[in-house]
Structure formats: C-alpha cells, structure tokens
C-alpha cells in the first residue's frame, strides 16, 4: 500500500528509498504518455472549438490530430520536449512520493488519525504535489513550450530555451501559471491518493486468496482514480497551458488564432466569452486517456519498484545473518 503502514513488517520505507521508487516510476510512465501529452496541450492551447461534427481549428479529433502531427512533424514530435518532461516526472516523482511517505508518517505519529485512511491520504498527497509543484513548475513551463513549438522550432534544444527565455521574458516567466497549477494540483493529486487508497480496499484480496495480481489491480485503481480525479480538476489545467505559453504567441501563429491573457482571472473570463463553457474542457478526451494511463503506470511503477527494494533489504538481510552465523 502507498503511504507509512504501521502494519507492515520490518523498517519502514525511508525518504531516499521513496524518492528513488518515485523518481523511478516517473522516468517510466513519461516514456509510455508522452504523446498523449503532446496532443492534449496541442487541444488546450487551441482557441478555435474542438469538435470533429463542425471542424474549426487545426486539430478536432484524436485521431485526426495523431495522423496531422505526424504528417506535418514526424513520429519524434509525439515527445517534443522530452528532455524537460522527463526531468520533470524524475523530479516531480520523488519529491512527490518522499513527501508523501514523510507525512502519512508524521501522521501517525503526531496525531491520533490513521495514517492508512483515505481521509489522510487526500490531505498528505495534495501538500506532496504542491511541494513538488514548487519545485519543478521551471521544468514543467519548458516542456510546455516545447510541446506547443511547431516547425520551424522556436527553441533548439533545452539550454537554448532557458537562455532565451531568461533573456526575454525574465526569471518569473519560468513560473507562468503556477496560481492555477497549485490551486488544481491540490485537490488533483489529493483525489488520486483518496480514490486510489479506496479502490485499493475495495479490491483488497481475502486472507484466503493470497495476493495474486497486485501489480494489475495497482494499475486498474490507479487508473480509475486518475480519471475521476482529472475530470473534476481539469480546467485548471487549461488555464494554466493558457498562461504558460504567453509571450510565445509568434510561434503559435499557425496553428490557429492566439491570445493574450492578463492573468489567471483574466484567462477565465476570456475563455467563458468566446469559447464557451466547452472551452474550459478542450482535449478532456485524450488527456483522460493519459491520465488512466499516468496515475496507473505511476502507482503501478511505484509499487512494483518499493516491493523490489524491499525484497532487496530482505534478501540483503538474510545474506548477513548467513554469513554471520557461518563464522560462528
């Protein structure tokens, strides 16, 4: 189970053993979404409406904006900006899951609420994503700007985007949208760990069946726990694409109409008057399927990589108290 579990045996899991086991499954799970990831922010940062019945922008449906962005761009644009991404999920991983596994600890012992209890798990895992937030918004502004850029490419590799960026726009430009970021990561992460920790027991094996297909059912609550926890939280995500790529609007100009947003407030008010309510939940359809994707893999991954440490320790363990009694 994710989280401090005072009913497991042996030493509990250590911060760096949780940042490793996070950074870890980040790096993995990046790899499978990215181009899931392209096309949703390709979908969000598009002004003309989604829609495949009455086509108006570039991009209206799933498969017609795959097959568009291959044609125009070629396979390797499905992980535009993959560098930063992955630095990003490698980062966000750990600082996200070693937060979490410090909390529910302190939990436990500093309060009288359990620390395995859902309840917990949505407070202590929306606090973890906005530590991480904090910490890795400069990375998750880079790769956004990467996504969006079409050809000719604006940016030609990562050190010359900081550089122009830093030049043109200042430092606070690395931190575009983080008011929207924080104010959806909270209760986005905070869901994910609630429902996963749900459907988690829900789906828990009887003491008779032993615990076959943990693996499989870690992925399955991941996945519907993404789901729902994306849906609720997403327009925040839209806004916050809307905000990262101000300034950038030049190289937006041919995939559509372009806009310039004043601020968070701003951004919303615009959105509401010329896109409509269905303006706040452009690409929800492929960023659905890459959040059951992300938050399974991620819990999935995670998992699968505490277990191998622990049977590391374990293994590791037994080969000491081996050797020791062999010299006796």
């Not at 980040?26 to 790899?31: E, F, L, N, P, W």
């Not at 905070?190 to 297909?213: D, H, M, V």
């Not at 926890?229 to 109409?257: C, M, N, W």
């Not at 659905?288 to 505490?306: D, M, N, P, Q, R």
Request: net charge positive; charged share 20%.
């Amino acid at each position: 189970m994710v989280g401090y579990d005072p009913g497991v045996q042996g030493a509990p899991l250590s911060p760096e053993e949780a940042a490793f086991a996070g950074s870890a499954a980040g790096m993995v799970t990046r790899a499978l979404i990215s181009p899931f990831d392209v096309i949703k922010i390709r979908f969000q940062l598009q002004i003309e409406r989604v829609s495949s019945k009455t086509p108006e922008g570039k991009y209206y449906g799933i498969f017609q904006a795959t097959r568009c962005i291959h044609s125009e761009e070629g396979l390797s644009a499905f992980w535009k900006g993959h560098i930063p991404a992955q630095l990003l999920s490698i980062c966000y991983g750990a600082v996200q899951f070693a937060s979490f596994e410090f909390l529910t600890e302190l939990v436990h012992q500093k309060t009288l609420y359990d620390s395995q209890t859902a309840g917990v798990h949505f407070i202590c895992g929306g606090l973890a994503a906005c530590s991480a937030t904090v910490v890795c918004q400069p990375l998750d502004t880079l790769r956004t700007r990467f996504a969006a850029q079409g050809e000719p490419k604006v940016y030609r590799n990562l050190r010359h985007a900081v550089s122009t960026m830093w030049r043109s726009e200042g430092t606070l430009t690395f931190y575009r949208g983080l008011s929207p970021t924080l104010m959806a990561v909270f209760p986005y992460a905070g869901l994910q760990f609630f429902f996963y920790n749900i459907f988690k027991k829900l789906l828990a094996p009887r003491p008779e069946a032993g615990n076959s297909g943990g693996n499989l059912k870690s992925l399955v609550c991941g996945s519907g726990a993404g789901m729902i926890s994306k849906t609720i939280t997403y327009p925040f995500d839209l806004f916050k694409k809307r905000l990262q790529v101000g300034g950038f609007e030049a190289a937006r100009a041919h995939f559509g109409q372009v806009r310039s947003y004043r601020g968070l407030l701003d951004c919303m008010v615009q959105i509401a008057k010329e896109e409509g309510f269905r303006g706040f939940f452009k690409g929800l359809s492929p960023s659905l399927v890459k959040a059951a994707l992300s938050t399974g893999f991620t819990f999935f991954w995670y998992e699968f990589f505490v277990n191998a440490l622990h049977n590391f320790k374990e293994k590791r363990g037994t080969n000491v108290i081996t050797k020791d009694f062999n010299r006796r």
